[in-house]
């Protein structure tokens, strides 16, 4: 069989399903990084320079953090994760809170693995150790 004839049946579907079964955020792995950065970058200066330029750090790792935020609920997207209209309510309490950013880390691998575990899961039809040989049960029927 060549690669470019119409495959069907029970093994592509199962193939299928594991293929789609995949999905992480682009730019989730590197937010608790980029976070810990930004507090030691505050710490420095608000000790070294005062408080307006450790506010001014603030608020260029924040405006950082939603943009990375953004572009990684984009990336899910892209990848078929159904976000829903709180995707602006994460770019804008990024934006402005300073504690989203662990909580929204939290919350994506729970989305994550949640979305993972459902493209994961085969219907027990698809499930089947041989699909091509149909049991002795199903022969008498026919």
Known sequence: MSTD???RGRAV????AKKRANISGQYRGVLPTLY????????????FLGPEPAF??????????AGLIRADIKSLRR???????????WFGAAFALPFVVPVYYLYSRRVIRREN???????EEFAESDPDQASD??????
């Open 117 to 123: 575990d459902a493209r994961a899961s085969v219907p």
């Open 56 to 65: 001014m750090v603030v608020f260029v790792s924040h405006l950082f953090y």
């Open 36 to 47: 810990v950065i930004g507090l030691v970058l505050f710490a420095v200066v608000s000790l």
């Open 13 to 16: 579907e199962r193939e299928r």
């Open 137 to 142: 049960e199903e022969l008498e029927a026919e």
């Open 5 to 7: 004839e119409y495959r």
């Open 79 to 89: 990848q078929g994760v159904k976000w829903g209209a709180s995707r602006h309510l």
